[in-house]
Nanobody
Framework: QVHLVESGGGLVQAGGSLRLSCAAS????????TEWYRRAPGEQRELVAT???????YYADSVKDRFTVSRDNAKNTVYLQMNSLKPEDTAVYYC?????????WGQGTQVTVSS
């Protein structure tokens, strides 16, 4: 029943910006922490950012001061604003919700940063 759909990825030059969206159905995102992960080819997935039920945010050191996670409760959507992108940010980005007994994942959206 739970469905998460990421969008907004694409190809961007170093220094550019993208905004990713995670649209949810079957769950109320404001009742859960929502996380953004990324996975580069051949690499383990990495936690990038989190927004809690109360709106507190967490960022990995590698993206701190460049990325901003936010939630629009009316739209049941979480966003990841990515600025000052670097080639090392290239990865498939996923949103994820931990529901306790299950973790839900979106299909991912590709972000490619060229230099």
């Amino acid at each position: 029943q739970v469905h998460l759909v990421e969008s907004g990825g694409g190809l961007v030059q170093a220094g550019g910006s993208l905004r990713l969206s995670c649209a949810a159905s079957g769950i109320i995102l404001s009742s859960h922490a929502t996380e953004w992960y990324r996975r580069a080819p051949g690499e383990q997935r990495e936690l990038v950012a989190t927004v809690s039920t109360g709106g507190n945010t967490y960022y990995a050191d590698s993206v701190k001061d460049r990325f901003t996670v936010s939630r629009d409760n009316a739209k049941n959507t979480v966003y990841l604003q990515m600025n000052s992108l670097k080639p090392e940010d290239t990865a498939v980005y996923y949103c994820s919700v931990d529901r306790g007994t299950l973790r839900s994942w979106g299909q991912g959206t590709q972000v490619t940063v060229s230099s």
